[in-house]
Structure formats: C-alpha cells, structure tokens
C-alpha cells in the first residue's frame, strides 16, 4: 500500500506565496505521474498541477504561470511552489499519485490553504 504524506499550506496574504511537499512510499513498482488537486467549499476536486517521471508538466489556465510544480523521482517527492496567490485559491490541497504496472491512484489526507487579508 502507498502512503502518500503532504506538508506545507496555512494562512497567507493575497500576492504572497506557498510551498506545498508530498513524498509517498511503500510501493514495490514505482511511482509515475504525481499531481496536485484542490478543493474548495461546495466545488468539486480539480487538477491544479500534474508532472510526469520525466518532468512533463500540465496546469489549468486558473493558475497558470502563478504555480509550479516539481519533483524528485529519488525521492518519490514532488513539491507545488504557488506565486501571487489569490482568494479564490483557498481549498484544501490533496497530493495525487499513480503506482507503475498497477495503474492504482493514491490520494493524500489533504493540507489547508487559506489566502486571506
């Protein structure tokens, strides 16, 4: 079974910034794509980053040159840099990752980020 562990979120100013770490283990197979979701009140889950083992990377156009995703596949970590963040991008941020050969998806517990005045 995979575990997959977030760090980082809390509270910040509109413009600033926040770092967000995930590292999963326990996977005999390897991980392949590893991805940042976010959830707001009332909305549903949705992809904000997503990286593949070689570094591809996709992001919706809502946070767009704002955030950057990264990763470390010795590690199996992969980390979300968000920049000038925004009200609208409060939610709570869940870490996604998928194992090689089984095609399974792991989620994390999930990490608050609250960007407020």
């Known amino acids: 079974q995979v575990q997959v562990v977030e760090s980082g979120g809390g509270l910040v100013e509109p413009g600033g910034s926040m770092r967000l770490s995930c590292t999963a283990s326990?996977?005999?197979?390897?991980?392949?794509?590893m991805a940042w979701y976010r959830q707001a009140p009332g909305k549903l889950r949705s992809m904000v980053a997503e990286?593949?083992?070689?570094?591809?990377?996709t992001y919706p156009d809502a946070v767009k040159g704002r955030f950057t995703v990264s990763r470390d596949n010795a590690k199996n970590t992969v980390v979300l840099q968000m920049n000038d963040l925004k009200p609208e991008d409060t939610a709570v941020y869940y870490c996604?990752?998928?194992?090689?050969?089984?095609?399974?998806?792991?989620w994390g517990q999930g990490t608050q980020a609250t960007v407020s005045v």
């Open positions: 326990g996977s005999q197979y390897g991980i392949t794509t």
């Open positions: 990286i593949t083992p070689v570094g591809r990377t």
């Open positions: 996604n990752v998928d194992e090689s050969n089984t095609g399974k998806r792991f």
